[in-house]
């Protein structure tokens, strides 16, 4: 979500409840049939086969009634994280072609994947327009001094190039749709993206993450978390907020 458009955004409270705990939950390890990525339809098999839980994304602001369903899952392996997003809307935009390297994907209708492996302020967002589109940035965010601007590295497309996606709309780019709309993305993060260490060491560490569907472009905008963000205002780019993933 851009910092433009957070600045945009009038002060209400959140449709959670301030005492709501954030999230933690349990992150499987799991065998790609063929041992590769090479199709993700090998690893949405593998979240079947193994009864990987879907989680739902349902914590939005008040100012924003529009709560589409969506919910995610989530798996690794000694080379990727896995996740697996489920969507049902109103509403659709995919204006981000996937060759395009200044793209907001945030603006299309999108979900995303914020993650921090160390214990200090340093994250990684990962956002997916519903086509596929990836945008990458890291850096850092003091709850201290939260105001924007933010200093963000954007990384290039060949970098991106390295995330798997298939989304069941295809990577097509589209104008506005309304209707009655349910997709699904599946995507294989390289650990390497994420973090230095051997993925085989992941089993008993502890990330920092949350997940969002947002869609600041379309026709109804909507802004919605996994683990509640108290904010007066929609701001994903806030790590004292993430829930909490345990690898097993």
């Known amino acids: 979500m851009t910092t433009t458009c957070l600045l945009m955004l ?6 959670a409840a301030p005492q709501e705990p954030r999230k933690e939950l349990l992150v499987r390890k799991i065998s790609i049939a063929d041992g590769t990525t090479s199709s993700l339809r090998a690893v949405a098999q593998a979240f079947d086969k193994e009864n990987v839980p879907f989680h739902p994304i349902a914590y939005s602001w008040e100012m924003f009634p529009y709560r589409p369903e969506a919910k995610f899952r989530i798996a690794y392996d000694d080379a990727s994280i896995y996740l697996q997003y489920q969507a049902h809307e109103k509403y659709l935009l995919a204006k981000c072609d996937l060759n395009d390297d200044a793209c ?7 979900v995303e994947f914020f993650v921090s492996p160390t214990s200090d302020n340093h994250y990684i967002n990962f956002e997916f327009s519903c086509i596929g589109y990836c945008l990458i940035q890291t850096g850092e965010r003091d709850p201290e ?23 069941t709309l295809g990577d097509q780019t589209f104008e506005h749709k309304e209707g009655d709309f349910s997709w699904t993305l599946t ?62």
């Open 187 to 248: 995507v294989a993060i390289p650990l390497s993206l994420i973090t230095e260490k051997d993925g085989s060491t992941l089993s008993g560490k502890t990330w920092k993450a949350n997940f969002y569907k947002c869609g600041d472009k379309t026709p109804v905008p909507h802004f919605v978390s996994w683990s509640p963000v108290l904010t007066p205002k929609p701001d994903f780019h806030r790590p004292e907020y993430f829930g909490t993933l345990l690898f097993r």
């Open 10 to 15: 009038p002060v209400l409270g959140l449709v």
């Open 104 to 110: 907001w994907p945030s603006n299309d209708s999108c």
């Open 145 to 167: 001094n939260p105001q924007p601007p933010m200093e963000r590295t954007r990384f290039p497309l060949k970098i991106t190039k390295q995330v798997k996606r298939e989304s």
